[in-house]
T-cell receptor, first 119, second 112 residues
Framework: DVKVTQSSRYLVKRTGEKVFLECVQD?????MFWYRQDPGLGLRLIYF???????EKGDIPEGYSVSREKKERFSLILESASTNQTSMYLC??????????????????FGPGTRLTVT | RKEVEQDPGPFNVPEGATVAFNCTYS??????FFWYRQDCRKEPKLLMS???SGNEDGRFTAQLNRASQYISLLIRDSKLSDSATYLC?????????????FGTGTRLLVSP
């Protein structure tokens, strides 16, 4: 059973603080993702990583950075938290599966989320 | 135009009813399609993949219409436990790294 864990369920930080959100998966997945989810906007991809030390920007990377030093761990960093970064942050991992036709299908497994409030 | 669009609902149905949701996508080259389910204050979980030929899993049926660029989810004999938000998810063709694009979700409320 795939398990993705996140370091905190709830976090309250002050504007300007540096914030670390940690994510760990136990299924040896190559791919890991960070999303934020906001009402009316759905899930939006911040960053993803397809291998150790590799990272790619998603749709909304501004104000965030990431780190992947080990395969099982993917960290999201808010260098200087701002109030507009108040959100639910969801981590996910996936192992790409190739279907018989040679295409690629994906299933992402999500962690429980971290609700971050920046005051 | 959003890449993936869904009616936010809520859809209010009684137990035992049949309900259907549609989702439209804008990229005609989109490759993979899914429905995820998200319970209140929980993480999304894969409900089912959507194949070109359509597929069924118990009370759930998913269909893909590439010509009209929409996917659908049909739930028969609704249960109280089906109450959740259903997220339509699409993979654009040439992203290379399994990027998923999520719709904002359709909320379903099943009442006794």
């Amino acid at each position: 059973d795939v398990k993705v864990t996140q370091s905190s369920r709830y976090l309250v930080k002050r504007t300007g603080e540096k914030v670390f959100l940690e994510c760990v998966q136990d299924m040896d997945h190559e791919n890991m993702f960070w999303y934020r989810q906001d009402p009316g906007l759905g899930l939006r991809l911040i960053y993803f990583s397809y291998d150790v030390k590799m990272k790619e920007k998603g749709d909304i990377p501004e104000g965030y950075s990431v780190s992947r030093e080990k395969k099982e761990r993917f960290s999201l960093i808010l260098e200087s938290a701002s109030t507009n970064q108040t959100s639910m942050y969801l981590c996910a991992s996936s192992l790409s599966l190739t279907d018989l036709a040679g295409g690629v299908t994906y299933e992402q497994y999500f962690g429980p989320g971290t609700r971050l409030t920046v005051t | 135009r959003k890449e993936v669009e869904q009616d936010p609902g809520p859809f209010n149905v009684p137990e035992g009813a049949t309900v259907a949701f549609n989702c439209t996508y804008s990229n005609s080259a989109s490759q993979s399609f899914f429905w995820y389910r998200q319970d209140c204050r929980k993480e999304p979980k894969l409900l089912m993949s959507v194949y070109s030929s359509g597929n069924e899993d118990g009370r759930f049926t998913a269909q893909l219409n590439r010509a009209s660029q929409y996917i659908s989810l049909l739930i028969r004999d609704s249960k109280l436990s089906d109450s959740a938000t259903y997220l339509c998810v699409v993979t654009p063709f040439n992203t290379g790294f399994q990027k998923l694009v999520f719709g904002t979700g359709t909320r379903l409320l099943v009442s006794p």
